[in-house]
């Protein structure tokens, strides 16, 4: 069957009251699988099919609210939809429900309700759960903190190629949370992400790379490397660190300032304090002690000290 002849085939079913056919339809509208990409069209036939009860179409219905696609953003019409796909045992809904509780968003911060949640659609084997599930235990949250058992849901979800998990477990590995420390272990988990785009495992393999251990030789060429296919994603963490190392190893100052600016604009605090550094000594940029002073005072507003003595010696002058 050609693409258009099944497109066709899902409309009619779905004009027709086909719940199923209703949310395929919601999904060819949403990621313009043969049509135009249309949100609002997408948001019609997920509504349909989550008001006869369709548990897809109501998660799918619910990360629309959650994003604000084709609807003004709203996370307790978010919730609402999740709560209703998550009744009825959607795992991503669930999993979904335990995010919107962990982080606040559109019902009361509770981390106790996001295990409750995560716990529900980890037990239907659902990667993201069980990569959630081992934060929560990594951090204590809504759980006793308890690295082993964060250890074995995170292990549960590499096993389905979860990304996130493997950056978790080289976090485990370099830091020696639950396991004895180990930078090599470490790296070959960063690795397994970074390959596969991580923004995070990229700039953590960078790191490891930049800074060297006994089990990681120090190498710079490769910690660029890596940093950069971060910050090219646009990771504000890693878009410092390019700035660290054109600005202290690489001695390109005007390439330092570009990326210091790029981290600085995402609001991290050390890269508006170097951004102002390098524009109040004129290094690579322009002399502008003005502009200087507005990023010592961005980043002094966040607790940043030595850009705070910096805004202080200014005005001494």
Same mark, same amino acid.
């Given at each position: ?24 339809? @919601?999904?060819?509208?949403?990621? /313009?699988? =043969?049509?135009?990409? #249309?949100? !609002?069209?997408? *948001?019609? %036939? $997920? &509504? +349909? ?5 369709h548990a897809d179409a109501q ?13 003004p953003q709203d996370d307790a ?21 335990g995010w919107m509780y962990q ?30 599930? @081992?934060?929560?235990?990594?951090? /204590?949250? =809504?759980?006793?903190? #308890?690295? !082993?058992?964060? *250890?074995? %849901? $995170? &292990? +549960? ?98 390439? !330092? ?61």
């Amino acid at each position: 069957m050609s693409n258009e002849a099944e497109i066709k085939l899902y409309r009619t079913l779905a004009e027709t009251g086909d719940a199923s056919a209703q949310n395929r339809l @919601g999904l060819i509208y949403q990621n /313009g699988e =043969g049509v135009p990409q #249309d949100d !609002a069209e997408a *948001i019609k %036939w $997920y &509504l +349909k099919a989550a008001e006869q009860g369709h548990a897809d179409a109501q998660n799918n219905l619910g990360r629309r609210y959650k994003n604000g696609e084709g609807v003004p953003q709203d996370d307790a019409e978010a919730v609402k939809w999740y709560l209703k796909a998550a009744e009825k045992g959607d795992a991503a809904a669930q999993n979904n429900l335990g995010w919107m509780y962990q982080n606040g968003r559109g019902v009361p911060q509770d981390d106790a309700e996001a295990v409750k949640w995560y716990l529900k659609a980890v037990e239907q084997g659902h990667a993201d759960a069980q990569n959630n599930l @081992g934060l929560m235990y990594q951090n /204590g949250k =809504g759980v006793p903190q #308890d690295y !082993a058992e964060a *250890i074995k %849901w $995170y &292990l +549960k979800a590499v096993e389905k190629g979860h990304t996130d998990a493997q950056n978790n477990m080289g976090w485990i590995y370099q830091n020696g949370k639950g396991v004895l420390q180990d930078d090599a272990k470490a790296v070959k988990w960063y690795l397994k992400a970074a390959e596969k785009g991580h923004a995070d495992a990229q700039n953590n393999l960078g790191f490891m790379y930049q800074n060297g251990s006994i089990g990681v030789p120090q190498d710079y060429a490769k910690a660029v490397k890596w940093y950069l296919k971060a910050a090219e994603q646009g990771h504000a963490y890693a878009q410092y660190n390019m700035g660290l190392i054109y600005s202290s190893g690489l001695q390109d100052y005007a390439e !330092a300032a570009r990326w210091f600016l790029k981290s600085a604009e995402q609001g991290i605090a050390d890269a508006q304090f170097n951004f102002g550094l390098i524009l109040e000594e004129g290094r690579g940029v322009q002399q502008d002690s003005d502009s200087a002073a507005v990023w010592y005072s961005e980043a002094a507003q966040q607790g940043h000290a030595d850009a705070q003595l910096r805004l202080d010696k200014m005005k001494d002058k």
